[in-house]
């Protein structure tokens, strides 16, 4: 009996996130007839990218026991460097590296700031969130940035019949995946948030693995910065506000756990695509948009109460398996 309890609990734990996941898509089919339609469904994709690519840096921070709360901002501050570049040069290729550069400095400053001068990633990261929108809108003195010609090409075009910013999405996702399955980096992140003294007595180099998750998180932001203004077809230094809470509710939804050491690539991607659609079906039969920002907000504060109670859970186990061994 013990035993089928533990199957089914590690079952629950592993694959209950997909299973809300196709109840939720199931639902949603059901009760508006338009949610099935291509038009729809390609674009929920490109919209949920851009979050979901910011939630796959947010799951290695989280995972190390960090967070950035800068995501959004810095978003918006390589963004528009990128479409400006693009717009005095018309060099894809040169904006799309100005988006990654100045996203992954923003990031080095993030971990230098985190590891160097041990500063809480909360504090660290919510300084450069001001500091990055204020100097978004310095740049463009809070003028939004047109006529962007090619630079769409990120946001809107498409594969055949793929949206290209669903593309990005997969290879970001699949990186991820493996960064985090497959890689000593991967296991060190886990290490370090389990237990960072433990980590760093086992002989991880702790400083140079939380600086480096940081600058992975700026490659996905630069990246996202990238779509975002291409898809809505300007350089906006206001875009992308409080996307890092979308990003973070979609890596708690999908099974990180706040206190370090628990999280998948793959259930970040369950959460991001229950959370839009969710939204996508609210939208879609007239919510008003106050109460889905409650909708919103109590879908944050129940994650995180799961969270607790899942690890207040997994102590109770740990402490019952240590007490079955002594006896």
Known sequence: MNTKRANWNQFKNKYSIFMVLILLFAAAALINKNFLSWSNLSNISRQLSVTTILAFGETLLIISGMIDLSSGSVLA??????V????????????????IVVSVFCNLLNGVMVEKFKAPPFIATLAMQTMARGLALLITKGQNIYNIGDYTVFGQGSVGVIPTPIIFLVLIGLFTWYLLRHTRFGRSLYAIGGNEE?????GINVGRNKIVAYLFNGVFVGVASVLFMSRVNAGLPNGAINYEFEALTAAIIGGTSFSGGIGTASGTLAG??????????????GVDSYVQQIVRGAIIALAVIYDIYAKQNRTKRKLGRIEDQKQ
């Open 77 to 82: 501050l390589s963004g528009v460097l990128s």
């Open 84 to 99: 400006a570049s693009y717009v005095r040069t018309g060099n894809l290729a040169l904006a799309f590296l100005v988006a």
């Open 198 to 202: 433990a980590a760093a007595a086992s």
């Open 272 to 285: 991001a695509f229950i959370v839009g659609f969710l939204n996508n079906i609210m939208n879609l039969t």
